[in-house]
Structure formats: structure tokens, C-alpha cells
């Protein structure tokens, strides 16, 4: 008898409530996975990324977490697999070129903005709500280093509510970035590009909206247009009660800097040693910031996706 191989199916799997919502031409909002295995301590992770998922609902949509489970990939993570990647070793921290590879190898995955991009573009799905995005490194001048969420917005039709980047990346280098790339960045009530813990990144920008519904507004001219298919980050700024105390961060930010120095850090080990650095220097009060940026970003991401959802309705 001849043994045939017997191949996987690397299908992406939809979320029963997910496929149900997406099928009704129901507001979705896409939550990434990374924030889970690898943003947050454990055990506040689980706890926080079930705050963000019941936020979403909160505000009238529906969560779809992505992430890999056992190489499958999965747009609206059920609590148990949420559970699983926010507890076991051994997460991989997935962006776009990663995935096919994770799949085929059985992994367990986290999915970076990146990938969380791509993968809800490719569901149909329009918004997507994270912390911070990713950008161009403080020594990008010699290591190349940029995150590859600039160059996957650039060809994905997707809206990324975010905090701004990252202060402990180069602000101004990820703006320009972003404009060569044709990125579309708009400030929420704001002209000032938001510098995640704090609410003021030091940089203007263009444009600014003051509603959800302007924003559903800006996603159907580029539908409707069919001429440009990047993304729209929604930079959605902390009110200045919220944020970390700016002294304390540039005191803090500028002590990371040398420590990086001292101990050599360099490439993917940056950004992490960095932000646990701030986590133990500010006693924890980072971390606060973190999980307020998120939940704020879910209500607003979800606010924007009601608004779409009730746009094309209306149509």
C-alpha cells in the first residue's frame, strides 16, 4: 500500500463570533497578540488583554484578536487561546515574513503590528487598535535598523489607532519614513504627534480629526478613491493627566539611552531592554501608561469602526 503524505491546511481560521460579525457587515476592530506574549508581565497580561477585548465590546464592536496557535493562524482568539499565549514559553514574535514559516513548523505565534496589519486587512477588516507602532531605531544611521511596520502600512488599507511610537525610537526619522512611504498620519483632537508615555512627541503634523465618524469618513474616500491602498495611523495622544511625567521620562529615557551603551545592546534587543528598563526605573508607572494607552485605543478604534460599519450601511 502506497503511503501518501497527508498535508497541513494552513487556512486562516476565523473566530466563530468574528466570522458571524464579518459575515453581517458588523464593526470588528483587530487587536494584536504581541502585547500578550511579549508587552506586558506576566500574570497582568491575560488580565489586560481581556480588558482591551471587553473594551471593543464596551464600545459597540467586536474583538478579533490574531495570533498562531500550533501554526494556525486565528483572527479572534477564543479565551483559551488567548490564555495559552499569554501563559506558555516559547511565543514567537511573528511579523509579516515570519508567518508562513511559523505555520509550517507548528509554532505558537504573537503577531506584531505588522502582521496583525495583514492579516486583518486580508480578513476585511478595517480597524485595528494597538499601543505603539514601530519605527525607525536611534542608530538607524548604521544599523538599518526599522521596524517593518512602516513599510507593511505602506501597502496595507488599514486604520492603526496607535499612541504615536515609542519615545525610545527616533520620532522625527519615523515620521519622515512614513511620508516617503505614503502613510497617512492625522492626530485625534491634536496637531502634536504623540510620543506614547507621553502625550507630546515634540513633532506637528498636518492633520487632525475630531470625530470617529470623521475618521469612518477619511476610510470610505480612500475606498471609494481606489487610488491609495497604505494605511491611516490615528495618532490618538494620552490627555496630559495621563501620561508619564515628562521629567521622569526624559530622566529615565536618557539613563536607558547610556545603559544601552555600557552593555552593548543592540538590533531586536533594544526595544525590549529599553522598556523594561523604564518598567523598573518609574516603579512600575510605565506600565500603568502602557495598559491606559491600549484601553483608551480599543474605545476609539472600536468608536471608528461603529462609524464605518454604520457609513456603509447607510450607503
Known sequence: MTNFHIRPDFHVRHGSEVADALRDGRPVVALESTIVSHGLPRPDNLRVAREIEQAVRDAGAVPATIGMVGGQLVVGLDDAELTRLATVDGVAKLSVRDLALAAATGADGATTVAATSAVAAAAGIGVFATGGLGGVHREAAQTFDESADLVTLARTPIAVVCAGVKS?????????RLETLGVGVVGFRTRRFPGFFI??????????????????????????????????????PLPTDEQLDPALHDRTLADGLALLQRDGVTGKAVT?????????ATEGASLA??????????????RIAVAAAARRAGA
Not at 525610545?168 to 519622515?176: C, H, K, P
Not at 513633532?203 to 475618521?215: G, H, I, P, T
Not at 525590549?272 to 523598573?280: E, G, I, R
Not at 501608561?289 to 472600536?302: E, G, M, Q, S, Y
Open 168 to 176: 525610545i525610537l527616533d520620532v522625527g526619522a519615523t515620521l519622515e
Open 199 to 236: 502625550t507630546d512627541g515634540g513633532f506637528d503634523l498636518d492633520w487632525s480629526l475630531d470625530s470617529a465618524e470623521q475618521v469612518a469618513d477619511v476610510l470610505a474616500a480612500r475606498e471609494q478613491h481606489d487610488v491609495h491602498h497604505g494605511g491611516l495611523i490615528v495618532a490618538n
Open 272 to 280: 525590549p531592554y529599553l522598556l523594561a528598563h523604564f518598567h523598573s
Open 289 to 302: 501608561v502602557n495598559v491606559r494607552i491600549i484601553l483608551r485605543n480599543a474605545d476609539l478604534a472600536a
